[in-house]
């Protein structure tokens, strides 16, 4: 049974030189088969794509809001997949899911019903 567990939530004061760095740790299987993927929610609203890398190739995508001052990354040896965010806004502020995906297509990549398995949430409180 796979399980994802995300950490390194938390709240912090908005700024370029804050980063804070998501981790999700895979058990069960591997992220090396699977697609894997952050998505994030804010208080009252829809789960929304932030990035996801993919199993064949590591080919990386990100949602526009976050382009540029992210970082989405994977070890294989941790099985553990990480989402790097800089210069962290109040509107980064959300519940943000870990989720794996066995065979998804790019152009589907972003839509949160294809993938199979998600994390509890890690938290992220960003004040101005």
């Known amino acids: 049974q796979v399980q994802l567990v995300e950490s390194g939530g938390g709240s912090v004061q908005a700024g370029a030189g804050v980063s804070l760095r998501l981790s999700c740790v895979m058990s069960?299987?591997?992220?090396?088969?699977?697609?894997m993927a952050w998505f994030r929610q804010a208080s009252g609203k829809e789960h929304e794509f932030v990035a996801a890398i993919k199993r064949n190739g590591g080919a990386t995508f990100y949602a526009d809001s976050v382009k540029g001052r992210s970082t989405i990354s994977k070890d294989n040896s941790k099985n553990t997949v990480y989402l790097l965010l800089n210069s962290l806004k109040p509107e980064d502020t959300a519940v943000y899911y870990c989720a794996a995906a066995r065979d998804i297509i790019n152009s589907s990549i972003r839509i949160r019903s294809q993938y199979t398995y998600w994390g509890q949430g890690t938290q992220v409180t960003v004040s101005s």
């Open positions: 069960g299987r591997t992220v090396r088969e699977y697609t």
